[in-house]
């Protein structure tokens, strides 16, 4: 009975606590809505995604306080405020926003030293993210201000100011102005050193490169605008490097101190420098030349370490250059990824003997182990197949990865002129260190290759043309070249049909083949005074029509930058409209190898059979516009003899063109471009040299002060007159025989030119190239000129012998229409022909143009 009533008691206390339980749970409050207010531009779905409580809810403040939390960092609203209210079910929770405003305007006012697409580059490379629609936020505000603030200082303008003004544009926008006053021009006038007991000051300033005192030099390169970060980078790099190369290994640079004062600006206009100067005071310490005392390398892995250490070219008791360390380090690391340990590197121990002061240098090389390559991947060639490129690829899959025959395939890659060009960004290297294999993955963008035209203007190699091409260099995605083209023009006529396989049959063989059909007017030059009388025009000196074909077999020597190469030439040649005057020496060449008694009737259906070996080199990055590289092209032209024909003659030829980025100025953006070229004509057996082969030079393509073709040896063509009867005749006043005397061009056997071009991309299409070309034509061989009968031909010595030079400006403009740009070039001639000759008994000046405007369509070199 006790035990029931103890039961009884303890149930009935469990029902009593259930209950209390249950009643506390069912006072508590539940959330019945949820609304969001002031939003505009943020719609509910968005606001509600970061509002965790639910309708149904328990009503919670802690998590209702949560919400406000997660609201704030979505970064949409400036103020949040959470309202409660009793409902009929519940609490109605009410959250109250106020949206940050939009930028719907940015502008910028004062700035003159920087334009705003500077400072957009400016905010992209801070990460500012200010951008016109995104969010007002105070923070962005002031990054953009310590930017522009940082653009003044690059720009030498340290003393200017930045501030910002706030705009507001109803409802929820604002217009964000950026108001800058640039101040005076300040630039570095004094750098001095202290401390420095070594070197001369001079010295030290030439080891600062980015850092220099204000003189025309500097002007151009902007080396005398201060900026602490520059300056900071200069010194602990260049100055240091400079005193480590010399065995202070442990020189110290102490922090510079810069003020800005009044002083001496120069009497000089244009170079004077600012009234405002930055006066650089830099503390140095050198501390003591050491040398070295070992030099000790281990685990070489393939390679012997004994040899390596020979490549540092350094011994006991030598000066510790660190420059030389450094950069023989470098190479050898390129010397193991070109072996295939791609992740080699090395653990430097130095130990340092202060009493006698050497430095004990041991490298513990880490080779890892030896890459293979697995995969070569392209992306982006939709048209290019993938054989066409895979060819090109020095690097093959299977074998050991090497760094520098990656470099050679992207090389050669970009020499097919498919793509645009492949950067170092553009490629990536994948190791698996598990499995020592590497993946390339290369990445192209492919250009136009087929281009249906219509091209015209005026040039001073065509006149003025007209003319329709169609070209494909990558036909059907094959990398076969397909090119037909046909201008008319006043001087040229030009049908042309070319096509060249590449890798003929899948070998290492290329095959070209051209058929062609030519008209050609060659004109005199008003340069030496044998114009047309009533015109001043020049006038036709002979026309030329040539019809025939050329082809050419070439082969890549291995992976590399030769190349071998043969063709053969078929043409058929006439000669028309040949000038009074020109006859005798023209037809005079003739004489020796025509059964005809009259050299007329040679002038059509002149044969030319004529074999060209040749070897080429090319190592330029670029197909069109290259950077960087090496061409040279060597070539013998041999015609008659064997192979038949009508002339016999050899033409051996040079031309080498090597460019390089200009790294002092420019940092690699504008190109040094240079070009030589030469060449020589013999004549062998009982042939002559044809007039119509002899070399002329001038214009656009050579000396672009000169027109085209008016550079050549001149002669006198002198003519005794005869009767009808075949006398000669007598001038009654002398009593000797008449003599018809003519001045002429006769082209010479032997030519050179230089070409200098320094390269200035402005925008886009547009670019500028002041040049200086350099060239003459020449006859040393006087015997190949013809036989003449009872006429002479006389070279006149001082055409025979003169160097002529131009340099000027430029102007390039690439249109989407024209494969080739459009030039616009302004020349001054330094060098020209300067003479009087006498012409019979007459006296004639000769005196070239110093200064010449040309207009043409097409590429220099």
């Known amino acids: 009975m006790a035990k029931s009533a103890k039961l009884g008691i303890g149930f009935l206390g469990f029902l009593l606590l259930a209950s209390g339980v249950l009643a506390q749970q069912t006072s508590r409050p539940t959330i019945e809505l949820i609304n969001v207010r002031g939003n505009r531009r943020i719609n509910l779905e968005t606001c509600r995604f970061y509002i965790q409580s639910r309708e149904g809810d328990p009503y919670d403040p802690a998590r209702l306080e949560y919400d406000l939390r997660s609201l704030y960092k979505a970064n949409f609203f400036e103020n949040i405020e959470v309202q409660e209210s009793d409902g009929d ?83 929820s926008s604002v217009r964000v102005r950026f108001v800058m006053d640039e101040g005076t021009k300040v630039r570095i006038g004094k750098i001095r050193f202290v401390g420095n007991r070594l070197f001369s000051e001079s010295t030290l300033k030439d080891a600062l490169k980015m850092n220099k005192e204000h003189s025309i030099y500097t002007m151009f390169k902007g080396t005398d605008k201060y900026h602490s970060e520059k300056l900071e980078y200069d010194l602990e790099v260049n100055l240091k490097a400079y005193y480590q190369e010399r065995g202070y290994m442990q020189v110290q640079i102490g922090q510079p101190v810069t003020r800005i004062f009044e002083g001496p600006r120069g009497v000089i206009p244009m170079i004077r420098k600012t009234r405002e100067q930055f006066f650089i005071e830099v503390p140095i310490d050198a501390g003591d030349q050491f040398h070295i005392g070992k030099l000790e390398l281990q685990n070489c892995g393939i390679l012997d370490c004994g040899k390596l250490v020979t490549v540092f070219g350094m011994h006991k008791g030598d000066i510790a250059n660190y420059k030389r360390i450094k950069d023989t380090l470098e190479n050898i690391k390129k010397l193991y990824g070109n072996l295939g340990y791609i992740n080699w590197s090395y653990l430097p121990e130095y130990k340092t003997d202060n009493k006698n002061k050497t430095i004990d240098i041991n490298f513990d090389f880490q080779p890892d182990k030896q890459f293979f390559v697995h995969r070569i991947n392209f992306a982006g060639n939709t048209k290019t197949r993938d054989k066409v490129m895979r060819r090109e690829f020095v690097l093959e899959e299977g074998k050991i990865f090497s760094s520098a025959a990656l470099d050679a395939s992207v090389m050669r890659l970009n020499q097919l002129g498919y793509f645009d060009k492949i950067e170092e960004k553009d490629y990536e290297v994948k190791p698996d260190d598990k499995t020592g294999l590497v993946d390339v993955n290369v990445k192209v963008k492919e250009k136009s290759q087929r281009s249906i035209g219509f091209t015209g203007g005026v040039s001073g ?153 040749a070897m080429s080199y090319n190592s330029t990055n670029s197909y069109f516009n290259p950077s960087r590289g090496t061409s040279m092209n060597l070539s013998l032209g041999i015609s008659g003899g ?21 790294k002092w100025l420019t940092h690699g953006r504008n190109v040094f471009g240079f070009r030589f070229m030469s060449q020589y004509i013999q004549a062998y057996g009982n042939s002559s040299i044809p007039f119509f082969e002899r070399s002329f030079i001038g214009g656009e393509n050579t000396i672009r002060g000169f027109d085209i073709r008016s550079i050549s040896p001149l002669a006198i063509s002198s003519t005794p007159q005869f009767d009808s009867n075949g006398n000669p005749v007598i001038d009654l006043k002398t009593g000797l025989r008449k003599v018809n005397s003519t001045i002429i061009s006769i082209g010479g056997d032997t030519t050179g030119v230089f070409n200098f071009e320094y390269r200035i991309p402005i925008a ?86 110093r200064r010449n405007i040309r207009f043409t369509v097409g590429r220099s070199f």
């Open 89 to 171: 079910a519940g609490k109605i929770i009410t959250f109250i926003v106020k949206e940050k405003p939009l930028i719907r305007a940015i502008e910028y006012v004062g700035n003159k030293s920087f334009t705003e697409s500077n400072i957009l580059d400016e905010f992209k490379e801070r990460k500012v993210g200010l951008t016109v629609d995104s969010q007002y936020e105070p923070s962005k505000i002031r990054a953009a201000e310590r930017s522009l603030k940082n653009l003044m200082i690059q720009n030498g303008k340290p003393l200017g100011t930045v501030h910002s003004e706030i705009e507001k544009i109803p409802p």
């Open 642 to 662: 064997a192979l038949g024909g009508d002339f016999s003659m050899i033409k051996p030829s040079i031309e080498v063109r090597h460019f390089f980025p200009d």
């Open 764 to 849: 886009g299409p547009l670019s500028l190239a002041p040049f200086y070309d350099m060239g003459i034509s020449h006859v040393s061989r006087t015997q190949s000129l013809g036989d003449f009968g009872a006429s002479r031909i006389d070279i006149v010595s001082s055409t025979n012998n003169t160097f002529r030079s131009s340099t000027g400006l430029e102007v390039q403009f690439v249109l989407p229409v024209i494969s080739a740009p459009i030039r616009l070039i302004f020349a001054y001639n330094p060098m020209i022909l300067q003479d009087t000759i006498m012409v019979g008994n007459t006296p004639l000046s000769l005196k070239e143009p």
């Open 461 to 613: 190699i065509s006149g003025s043309f007209l003319g329709v091409n169609y070209a494909d260099n990558n036909f059907m995605g094959r990398g076969e070249n397909l090119d037909v083209s046909f201008t008319g023009g006043t001087r040229e006529t030009n049908f042309n049909v070319s096509f060249t396989e590449p890798y003929l049959m899948d070998t290492r063989w290329s095959m070209g083949v051209q058929l062609f059909d030519q008209r050609f007017r060659y004109d005199t030059y008003s340069a030496y005074g044998i114009t047309n009388f009533y015109t001043g025009q020049p006038t036709e000196l002979f026309t030329q029509k040539t019809a025939g074909t050329t082809v050419t077999f070439s082969r890549r020597l291995g992976h590399g930058y030769w190349s071998l190469a043969s063709s053969y030439t078929f043409q058929d040649i006439g000669i028309s409209n040949i000038a009074p005057g020109f006859e005798t020496f023209a037809l005079g060449q003739f004489t020796g190898f025509t059964t005809s008694s009259n050299p007329q009737d040679v002038l059509t259906g002149i044969i030319r059979s004529e074999i060209t070996p």
